[in-house]
């Protein structure tokens, strides 16, 4: 394990080396084609939401055709830029694009399609592992895994403010099922995630400024189960951006352990 990871510096590296910006651009691309297979998906589910009603293909200012001619367009891009990397991450990108394009419909199947959406969003990370060591480690699979855990929490607080219209148009989600448990459930998969964060910033060795990100990203989750407490939609919705700082907390402290 040591050899494959090489401590901090080699998590490090994967998370700053040459293909950052290859891997920035690819999110940056792929977020936007997710952004747009959702909205064609919920074409005629989010002109029955006060908050997403004026979004442009439900609104009719973007046509379904220009809408999946955009997506194929941002598919294609992104896999352009995979194609510069070894064949283990042009395989890993296939499934990206599997999730990318399944989630948006899992909300009509299943209660859980949060946990679809961060195993889609989470992909990135043993790709870039492989970009960079041409495997996949152990660590890899444990920080998807505890990045699922988070994406879970801050998309269930997402659909805590939209929790009444979709029981009106029946769209499932974990804020739906989670019911009255939905602060509690969100608690115990927050501590998780920050457990979780612990654990990998062990596995790799991590320095101060690893675990001083962690502290703050527990103190933004205490923020926001402040904001959650009278599930009031506007505060459901500020709690889940909130989650731009938590993340950026942890950033930042892999990023200064990173440095020389």
């Not at 690819?26 to 004026?54: L, S």
């Not at 998807?144 to 801050?154: D, N, Q």
């Not at 927050?190 to 675990?211: D, H, S």
């Amino acid at each position: 394990m040591a050899d494959i990871m090489g401590h901090l510096d080699c998590f490090g590296r994967t998370a700053f080396g040459p293909y950052c910006s290859d891997f920035s651009l690819g999110v940056f691309i792929m977020r936007a084609a997710g952004c747009v297979i959702n909205d064609f998906a919920d074409r005629h589910i989010d002109k029955h939401i006060e908050r997403t009603k004026n979004r442009p293909i439900t609104s009719g200012k973007v046509s379904s055709k220009e809408a999946l001619l955009l997506f194929a367009v941002c598919i294609l891009l992104a896999f352009v830029l995979v194609l510069f990397l070894n064949p283990l991450t042009i395989a890993l990108s296939f499934v990206a694009l599997l999730l990318a394009a399944v989630y948006p419909f899992m909300k009509r199947f299943t209660h859980y399609p949060q946990i679809v959406l961060g195993m889609a969003f989470s992909w990135a990370i043993p790709m870039s592992f492989s970009a960079q060591l041409n495997s996949v480690p152990v660590v890899a699979w444990i920080l998807y895994l505890v990045t699922i855990l988070w994406i879970v929490a801050y998309d269930t607080m997402y659909a805590m403010a939209d929790r009444e219209d979709d029981l009106k148009i029946g769209v499932k989600s974990t804020a739906i099922i989670f019911a009255d448990k939905d602060r509690l459930i969100i608690a115990l998969i927050q501590m998780a995630f920050l457990c979780g964060m612990i654990l990998v910033a062990w596995l790799v060795k991590g320095g101060i400024y690893f675990y001083l990100g962690i502290m703050l990203a527990a103190f933004f989750s205490l923020y926001q189960q402040y904001l959650l407490r009278e599930r009031e939609k506007n505060a459901c919705f500020q709690a889940f951006l909130n989650n731009n700082w938590l993340g950026m907390s942890i950033f930042i402290g892999i990023f200064l352990d990173s440095l020389p």
